[in-house]
């Protein structure tokens, strides 16, 4: 499954990285994502999904509970992300409190 991510200073989708399994993908995106995010400060963050609620659900249980953030959404991709993704993808959107 190939791992995307926005390039915020250009707005540009790129590819990080291509994983085997849908499972591995998951996890690598949920590592990659809390390794940019100052969690000692209360986070926001939003979980989307194209068509894939189950796994958005359960992605979103484990954000809180392990990280118990302040906000914490769950929303479909638009058709930015969707276009480059397609059905059955999941992202993490999110920022640390100032």
């Keep these: 499954k190939p791992l995307v991510y926005i390039d915020h200073?250009?707005?540009?989708?790129e590819g990080k990285d291509r994983i085997r399994?849908?499972?591995?993908?998951?996890?690598?995106l949920y590592r990659?994502?809390?390794?940019m995010l100052d969690t000692?400060?209360?986070?926001?963050?939003?979980?989307?999904?194209?068509?894939?609620?189950?796994d958005a659900q359960q992605l979103a249980t484990r954000i809180r509970q392990e990280y118990d953030p302040a906000?914490?959404?769950i929303n479909v991709t638009g058709p930015?992300?969707?276009i480059n993704t397609g059905?059955?993808?999941?992202?993490l959107c999110g920022y640390t409190e100032t």
């Excluded at 200073?9 to 989708?13: A, F, K, L, Q």
């Excluded at 399994?21 to 690598?28: G, I, L, Q, S, W």
């Excluded at 059905?87 to 992202?91: C, D, H, N, V, Y």
């Design 21 to 28: 399994t849908h499972r591995k993908a998951v996890e690598e």
């Design 9 to 13: 200073e250009t707005g540009v989708v």
């Design 40 to 54: 000692s400060r209360p986070i926001r963050v939003a979980v989307l999904h194209g068509c894939n609620m189950p």
């Design 87 to 91: 059905p059955g993808a999941l992202a």
């Design 71 to 73: 906000e914490l959404l």
């Design 80 to 82: 930015v992300l969707g």
């Design 32 to 35: 990659s994502f809390f390794e």
